[in-house]
């Protein structure tokens, strides 16, 4: 929003700026503008969408929820407010063409968590975050710790190239599975990743992945009898001008 054409543009497309420090004190108090336009939005039963994080940063784990939707929800003065909590998982978020779940929580109900906290913000927003965490996090392809990605990374990798059904329930399953042997059986834990690195690298050393090997696997060799005919009639069709041409070219 640091442009009169972005300004322009962001608004034509229905978004609206959130400021921060980094944008410099004098530029919080425009959130008030900001926080107005949303009431307003609200009040005329109109939807927000928006994501509590408030940074976008690639990786597999929940970050730090902003409290701008608990201030929202905690001044409207709107009888039937819901929040709806959803879940966004990415197959490969650096990749085109790839798989995307959105996940939709059952919404919560804003005044009965208002009367459960007495209508104390400070006991509402802790009810609030908690229970948005507990619902977007239970649908959610988590990596426990950062310095494990590279290893659940792969593994996720394999279950995503091996399995077809849902990528989303897949991996959930997978990550559940290597966190109770990371807790259990720390030898067979080393182990796997070990065996995931090695494989890995062996890929990278002959420039294939896993994927292309997934497929070889789940080939149908008695397909290739199927397009023969085709591609035999291809090569003869193709063979004289083909040699031709290769004469003339290697005689220059």
């Not at 919080?28 to 609200?42: G, P």
């Not at 995307?100 to 009810?127: C, E, G, R, W």
């Not at 292309?212 to 789940?218: E, F, P, Y």
Request: charged residues 25%.
């Amino acid at each position: 929003f640091n442009s009169p054409f972005k300004r322009w543009f962001l608004a034509k497309i229905n978004m609206m700026p959130i400021y921060r420090i980094r944008d410099g004190r004098e530029e919080l108090k425009n959130n008030n503008i900001i926080f107005e336009k949303c009431k307003q939005i609200l009040n005329k039963g109109g939807a927000i969408v928006i994501f509590p994080e408030g940074n976008c940063v690639v990786e597999k784990r929940l970050r730090t929820f902003k409290t701008g939707f608990v201030q929202l929800a905690f001044d409207a003065e709107i009888d039937n407010l819901q929040i709806l909590p959803v879940t966004i998982n990415y197959s490969k978020p650096l990749s085109f063409y790839t798989e995307i779940s959105l996940d939709f929580s059952k919404p919560i109900n804003v005044i009965a968590f208002k009367n459960q906290s007495f209508n104390d913000y400070t006991k509402f927003s802790k009810l609030l975050i908690t229970e948005t965490i507990a619902r977007i996090s239970d649908r959610m392809i988590v990596i426990p710790f950062s310095e494990e990605d590279d290893f659940y990374e792969q593994i996720l990798e394999i279950t995503r190239n091996g399995f077809k059904e849902s990528f989303l329930q897949d991996q959930l399953n997978a990550i559940k599975h290597l966190n109770d042997i990371k807790l259990s059986n720390t030898l067979l834990y080393n182990d796997l990743k070990y065996k995931s690195s090695h494989y890995f690298n062996n890929l990278d050393l002959h420039k294939i992945n896993d994927e292309a090997v997934a497929s070889i696997n789940n080939y149908n060799k008695n397909s290739i009898f199927a397009v023969y005919p085709f591609y035999f009639f291809g090569l003869v069709i193709h063979f004289i001008p083909a040699s031709i041409i290769d004469f003339v070219v290697n005689k220059k």
